[in-house]
T-cell receptor, first 113, second 116 residues
Framework: AQSVTQLDSQVPVFEEAPVELRCNYS??????LFWYVQYPNQGLQLLLK??????LVKGINGFEAEFNKSQTSFHLRKPSVHISDTAEYFC???????????FGTGTSLTVIP | DTEVTQTPKHLVMGMTNKKSLKCEQH?????MYWYKQKAKKPPELMFV???????INESVPSRFSPECPNSSLLNLHLHALQPEDSALYLC???????????????FGEGSRLTVL
């Protein structure tokens, strides 16, 4: 079975400071990894994804994430956050042989002016 | 065209009403999904259609009835709902198991359902 853990339910950070949102997963098979962002009253938007290849992936809005197979982690980072980054962030895993996605519980990022 | 379109955006219904949520995509995706999302929670999977066939039903009550008329359309029929069914209902699509290589879910903006 697959599971996704986002240990931090809420992360407050000052504007222009760096941020890291943590994601760990468990799976006995190969997976695809994703980060989604959700702004209030909207659907989920893909920030970035890891399918294969380079373990450092860059996404939209200046976000990047690193896939670490030995630690089964896929942490999301941004070197300098903006007020507009305030949103809910979800890590997700997809087993590469199936259609089902498994979501973490989400991290609420609040950027403080 | 990389959009998933959901209608209506907002729906208020009584417990005896029958209504439907609609979802449409023209990306050639062969997997389509319904999720239910409560505030500050992750999306909960309800149904998955793969190649127009229901492939996953996450033990959803029968008052929710999905339908996939063709590869571009997905409906969710609602009948005799309860107030606790009030939530944001998200439709999503992906290339599906047998096709494509990108693998991600594309989400619509959601339908906000309120059951009185």
């Amino acid at each position: 079975a697959q599971s996704v853990t986002q240990l931090d339910s809420q992360v407050p950070v000052f504007e222009e400071a760096p941020v890291e949102l943590r994601c760990n997963y468990s799976s006995s098979v190969s997976v695809y990894l994703f980060w989604y962002v959700q702004y209030p009253n909207q659907g989920l938007q893909l920030l970035l994804k890891y399918l294969s290849g380079s373990t450092l992936v860059k996404g939209i809005n200046g976000f990047e994430a690193e896939f670490n197979k030995s630690q089964t982690s896929f942490h999301l980072r941004k070197p300098s956050v903006h007020i507009s980054d305030t949103a809910e962030y979800f890590c997700a895993v997809r087993v590469n042989t199936g259609n089902q996605f498994y979501f973490g519980t989400g991290t609420s990022l609040t950027v403080i002016p | 065209d990389t959009e998933v379109t959901q209608t209506p955006k907002h729906l208020v219904m009584g417990m005896t009403n029958k209504k439907s949520l609609k979802c449409e995509q023209h990306m050639g995706h062969r997997a389509m999904y319904w999720y239910k999302q409560k505030a500050k929670k992750p999306p909960e999977l309800m149904f998955v259609y793969s190649y127009e066939k229901l492939s996953i039903n996450e033990s959803v009550p029968s008052r929710f009835s999905p339908e996939c008329p063709n590869s571009s359309l997905l409906n969710l029929h609602l009948h005799a709902l309860q107030p606790e069914d009030s939530a944001l209902y998200l439709c999503a699509s992906s290339h599906g198991r047998q096709g494509g290589s990108t693998g991600e879910l594309f989400f619509g903006e959601g339908s906000r359902l309120t059951v009185l």
